[in-house]
Nanobody
Framework: QVQLVESGGGLVQAGDSLRLSCVVS????????MAWFRQAPGKEREFVTA??????????HYADSVKGRFTISRDNVKNMLYLQMNSLKPEDTAVYYC????????????????WGQGTQVTVSS
């Protein structure tokens, strides 16, 4: 069983920064992909960013809407996944979820196997 718990959300102003954390527990994550998704009110869950648990920093992916502003990282020793969010915009307002897929990279949320409960990020104008 894999369990994920997000934290670090909050209310900020446009242009501010936040760092989200996700504690990952369970079996080995070799060959897995770790990802962040977000879901705004009335919207479908959308892909934000993903990273291979095994590979180096070259093996990551970002949605166009966040590229250059958000950075995904992980600590394999502490079993932590992070999302550094800079230059936040009101359109970034959403519940942010960390997720794990037991397979290759994909942006489809229904292809991910494990989910956290989410953490709210609200960005005011």
């Amino acid at each position: 069983q894999v369990q994920l718990v997000e934290s670090g959300g909050g209310l900020v102003q446009a242009g501010d920064s936040l760092r989200l954390s996700c504690v990952v527990s369970g079996r080995t994550f070799s060959g897995h992909y770790m990802a962040w998704f977000r879901q705004a009110p009335g919207k479908e869950r959308e892909f934000v960013t993903a990273i291979s648990w095994d590979s180096g920093n070259s093996n990551w992916h970002y949605a166009d809407s966040v590229k250059g502003r958000f950075t995904i990282s992980r600590d394999n020793v502490k079993n932590m996944l992070y999302l550094q969010m800079n230059s936040l915009k009101p359109e970034d307002t959403a519940v942010y979820y960390c997720a794990v897929r037991r397979g290759a990279y994909t942006v489809s949320p229904d292809r991910y196997d494990y989910w956290g409960q989410g953490t709210q990020v609200t960005v005011s104008s």
